[in-house]
């Protein structure tokens, strides 16, 4: 395990991760995810770990909020990781996803509807080992809180 960073549980830690996220997610819009398709940070230096952009609606303002976020493919589902770097608090857009399943996600300029879903401890635990392996530092984040890191699964929801 990794000493945790001081200042993890700072205000200004979540405000910053905000400010990141807006920047990375315009840019991504801006060049149809040619800039911001790979996240390189921490464990992903040397194995690029593909993005996408999820689209919540938020719980209060009943807006459009959309996040930068590592995903991992299952068949024609998307499976996200609530870590929000080990924070002790869930990540907004996973109280939004709680509120209204129906997301939209964008690989590149490739934009679809999906329904999210909390993984049970039993799916959870399936797919963790594959996250890990996808994003090693996600397993690290899961050391520094004390709450389960939640996996969310987003399956494509289908034209009747």
């Known amino acids: ?4 960073p001081k200042g993890l549980d700072r205000p200004s830690t979540v405000r910053i991760i905000k400010t990141m996220s807006t920047l990375h997610t315009r840019l991504y819009r801006l060049t149809g995810g040619r800039i911001g398709k790979n ?3 921490g464990a992903a230096v040397r194995k690029a770990v593909p993005v996408c952009l999820l ?3 938020g719980r209060k303002s009943g ?3 959309t996040v930068p976020l590592c995903f991992l493919r299952r068949g024609d589902a998307v499976v996200l990781v609530a870590s929000q770097g080990g ?3 869930n990540p907004q857009w996973y109280y939004n996803i709680r509120a209204d399943p129906a997301v939209t996600i964008e690989i590149g300029r490739d ?3 999906y329904r999210a879903r909390v ?3 039993a799916e959870r635990a399936r797919l963790w080992p594959e996250l890990v392996d996808l994003y090693a530092d996600y397993d690290t984040y899961q050391s520094w809180t004390d709450r389960e890191i939640p ?3 987003c399956e494509p929801v289908r034209a009747v």
């Open 151 to 153: 996996v969310v699964v």
């Open 1 to 4: 395990m990794k000493t945790k």
């Open 119 to 121: 993984a049970g401890r």
């Open 87 to 89: 924070i002790p608090t």
């Open 55 to 57: 689209t919540t609606t």
């Open 39 to 41: 996240w390189r940070i």
């Open 63 to 65: 807006e459009p909020r």
């Open 111 to 113: 934009r679809r509807s």
